[in-house]
């Protein structure tokens, strides 16, 4: 591929993911699409994902703990992982560059790429399901509403949502197959 393609490529890539996240964060004029996209943002922070974690053992005594220890590790290496890459990319949030996107939640930190709150969501979720498939009717509705929320509220371009659904899932798999070869 010509770097001229690649370029052009590249700019009309950029083009339409700054257009999705300009139409999603509009329907943040609506005061309820605000109000709840900000609300399930602030329980992705952690709040959600901790009393999950805590609850685990609860739920099943036998393999709960197993299941909180392998959300622990997993997300301990999800939140190096998305430091490493945010401080490498350095790529501003969308309502630092673009005046027309309003945000009504402080991002954590100064970089977009990947959106953390994601990768955490569909890691979490991915290895919590390993352990309790039923958790799927609670955890999917709220992982996909913590991944648009990023969008909606302007703290992430959809690029960085889907890099960061990719690394989740890529966590959560990985770390299904090293736990099946350590007990095998």
């Known amino acids: 591929m010509s ?3 690649l370029t052009s490529t590249t700019g009309r890539l950029l083009a339409q993911d700054l257009t999705w ?3 999603l964060n ?3 004029r609506r005061s309820w699409v ?3 996209f900000a609300r399930i943002s602030r329980l992705g922070d952690g709040l959600f994902w901790y009393l999950l974690i805590a609850l685990m053992p609860l739920l099943d005594p036998e393999h709960g703990v ?3 220890a392998h959300m622990l590790i997993v997300g301990g290496s999800a939140l190096l992982l998305y430091r490493w890459l945010k401080r490498w990319s350095k790529r501003p949030r969308p309502l630092h560059r673009h005046t027309a996107i309003l945000s009504s939640v402080a991002p954590l930190d100064e970089f977009s790429f990947p959106s953390g709150h994601t990768l955490h969501a569909i890691s979490f979720s991915y290895v919590a399901l390993l352990y309790f498939p039923a958790l799927a009717l609670v955890l999917l509705p709220f992982a996909l509403s913590v991944a648009l929320s990023r969008v909606v509220l302007g703290l992430h371009y959809p690029s960085d949502v889907l890099a960061a659904t990719i690394i989740g899932l890529a966590l959560g798999r990985g770390s299904q197959w090293l736990l099946a070869a350590l007990a095998g």
């Open 34 to 36: 605000q109000r709840y």
């Open 21 to 23: 996240c300009l139409r």
């Open 66 to 68: 197993l299941a909180a």
């Open 26 to 28: 509009r329907l943040t």
């Open 3 to 5: 770097s001229a393609l």
